[in-house]
């Protein structure tokens, strides 16, 4: 079975930091660039981050600039979220997925192929 797990949500107060995982099974990410988006309640899903499959080209969304950075370990077929300074406004279930292209090509949906089923990041004191 192909997929995407998360792991590494939680709650967290503001200031504070989590590292989000994005494993696959059934699969090597070692082909795929892989994005992280974010979709808080009542809003649109938006892309936060993508990296490209040998991890020398990044991308963040504005939000995040400065406080995320994505990596990854293609030994270890997984893909990482660093995420500190939380803010309240970093509330959101977060999500990871494997682009059907080696390299960054946005943030829209119908590029990613495979998706996990997200974890919840809550930034709250």
């Known amino acids: 079975q192909l997929q995407l797990v998360e792991s590494g949500g939680g709650l967290v107060q503001p200031g504070g930091s989590l590292r989000l995982s994005c494993s696959a099974s059934?699969?090597?990410?070692?082909?795929?660039?892989i994005g992280w988006f974010r979709q808080a309640p009542g809003k649109e899903r938006e892309g936060v981050s993508c990296i490209d499959s040998s991890g020398l080209s990044t991308n963040y969304a504005d939000s995040v600039k400065g406080r995320f950075t994505i990596s990854r370990d293609n030994a270890k077929n997984t893909v990482y979220l660093q995420m500190n300074s939380l803010k309240p406004e970093d509330t959101a279930v977060y999500y990871c997925?494997?682009?059907?292209?080696?390299?960054?090509?946005?943030?829209?949906?119908?590029?990613?192929?495979?998706w996990g089923q997200g974890t919840q990041v809550t930034v709250s004191s």
């Open positions: 059934g699969f090597t990410l070692d082909y795929h660039a």
């Open positions: 997925a494997a682009d059907t292209l080696n390299y960054c090509s946005g943030y829209h949906g119908a590029n990613y192929r495979y």
